[in-house]
Structures are given as structure tokens and as C-alpha cells.
């Protein structure tokens, strides 16, 4: 992870209990992927200003860690993930975003045109996302297995193929305030792109729905272990300080860079100097 950036008390606190700042830099990514957290916080969310519960126990410190190791490799499109984007998929992802034609025929690279209307060319280069083809449906019992719910969506690369069951979580999943899926197609457009979609960016979005699917099914287990180290949050006359410059921002865009094109981004390549309050 580099040099770390830490305030005096927060490495005190980790001298304390034996830990690394690696495994406070995870616990924190963990906490603040928590729904829970993320209700509880959200006016110091919106100032870039969060606080974060310490646990006292350095078992707990590892345990929340150790669950946060899982986003990390979520968020990392390019790393493979055992039963997500490599191996066989887990039973509940294994329906998730499966292409296919409508008439259900085999495939051949022109169902592959994405023509749905998901993105267009707007001024000095900058795309601009088109509401696309997106149905609503009732989930086959297959796909209801997949925890997401009795509705689903097919999201269409054209006339005449699609995605089937993207669960509508799955699809209108925001990271870094925008909608993942829909802001990876509105680049590939192929009024945009001047051809159709290869094989591999076919499969890519299947994995990155897949990814998303996989983040969201650590809903419980996140707010589980944000309620534990809340409950166990060591106590503080003073609100300590950490500066996560170093690998949140990061970690968070390389997920969204990987789901775009560079050369429509007009964002900064830096990341974003970000401040963590830790509990109390």
C-alpha cells in the first residue's frame, strides 16, 4: 500500500493493537460499503468527512479487513474472481446478464451490433447516454433463485439479442454517481465505436453485471459487521483523522474507468483527497 497516511492517534491505535495500516485502510473500505453506514452517515458522506468505528479488538479490526479483501477484488475488473468471472459462476450469478437472441437461435457477430440507442456523440467529443432498450419482466424461477427478487430486466443490444435477467439492483447500481452498466454501454454505441461489439466486450459486460451482482450479495454480512464494530467501537475523547488519498478513490475509479472509455471522461486522472473522521 505504500507510505501510509496516518494522524499520530490513528497509528497509536494501531500500534496498540498490533495492526497494520493496511488492515485499517480495509476495515474503513468495509464499513463504508454498508448500507446501514451509509444511512446513518449521510450528511458526513456528502461532506467528504465520515466517521469510522474502531473496533477495540484487534480480531475484529482483521475480521472486517478480511470481508473488505472481497470488495477490493470486486471492484478490480482485471483481477478474476473464483465462481464471479472465473470458473464455473456461482449458482445465484450463473443467469445473471446471459446473452442470447430472442428467438433464442445461435449467435453469430451481427447480433453483436449495439444499435439500442445507448449513447450518442454530443459536443467536443463527449458521449451522451441514450435511454437504450431496457424491458421489464417477471424472473423465471431460475433467475428468482439468484436472491434478486421476482422482477428482472432484459437489457437489448439490438433487435434482435439481448441480456437476459439483469435484476434491476443489479442494473441501476451507482458507483462514483454513475450507473455502472448504463454508462458502459452509452460509450459502446455503434454509431460511436464504428463496428459491433466484439466477443470479448460481449463477455465483458456479463462480468461486470456479474461483479455488481456479487458486490450487492455482500449487503448483509457489510451491515453485520458494521453494527458488530460499532458496538464495539473503542472509545475516544477526540475524533481521530485518517487521509485515504492513498488507494480508496483509487480502488473505487479504477472500477468505473474500466466500465468507460478514457477518452470520454473529462474527470481528472487524480485521485480525489478524501477525509475519514474515526469513531467517535
Known amino acids: 500500500m505504500g507510505h501510509p497516511n496516518l494522524g499520530e492517534r490513528a497509528a497509536a491505535y494501531l500500534a496498540q493493537l498490533q495492526s497494520s495500516h493496511d488492515e485499517l485502510f480495509f476495515h474503513a473500505l468495509a464499513v463504508m460499503h454498508s448500507a446501514n453506514y451509509r444511512d446513518a452517515n449521510e450528511g458526513a458522506l456528502r461532506q467528504d468527512w465520515p466517521r469510522i468505528p474502531l473496533p477495540a479488538r484487534p480480531d475484529a ?12 477484488a470486486l471492484l478490480d ?3 478474476p474472481v473464483p465462481g464471479v468471472t ?3 459462476p456461482r449458482p445465484e450469478l450463473k443467469t445473471i446478464a446471459s446473452v442470447a437472441r430472442l428467438d433464442d437461435q445461435p449467435l453469430a457477430a ?3 451490433a449495439l444499435t439500442a440507442g445507448c449513447g450518442s456523440a454530443g459536443q467536443r467529443g463527449v458521449t451522451m447516454p441514450g435511454k437504450g432498450r431496457v424491458e421489464n419482466r417477471a424472473a423465471s424461477a431460475a433467475e428468482g433463485a439468484s436472491g434478486f427478487g421476482a422482477a428482472t430486466h432484459d437489457v437489448f443490444l439490438n433487435a434482435q439479442a439481448c441480456w437476459r435477467h439483469v435484476p434491476p439492483a443489479v442494473w441501476n447500481y451507482t458507483l462514483g454517481g454513475y450507473q455502472v452498466l448504463k454508462k458502459w454501454l452509452s460509450c459502446r454505441e455503434q454509431t460511436l465505436l464504428g463496428r459491433p461489439l466484439a466477443l470479448d466486450e460481449v463477455k465483458a459486460f456479463t462480468a461486470n453485471a456479474r461483479h455488481i451482482a456479487a458486490l450487492l450479495a455482500l449487503r448483509d454480512r457489510l451491515d453485520v459487521n458494521y453494527e458488530a464494530v460499532s458496538a464495539d467501537a473503542v472509545a475516544q475523547e477526540n475524533a481521530l483523522t485518517l487521509g485515504l488519498s492513498v488507494r ?3 480502488v473505487r475509479r479504477a472500477f468505473t474507468a ?5 477518452s470520454t471522461s473529462n474527470e481528472s486522472s487524480q485521485p480525489r483527497q478524501a477525509s475519514v473522521m ?3
Open 278 to 280: 474515526l469513531w467517535p
Open 77 to 79: 475488473t482485471e483481477t
Open 86 to 88: 472465473s470458473g464455473a
Open 110 to 112: 451481427a447480433d453483436f
Open 248 to 250: 480508496q478513490h483509487q
Open 258 to 262: 474500466s466500465l468507460s472509455t478514457r
Open 61 to 72: 479490526l482483521r475480521a472486517s479487513a478480511h470481508l473488505s479483501r472481497e470488495i477490493a
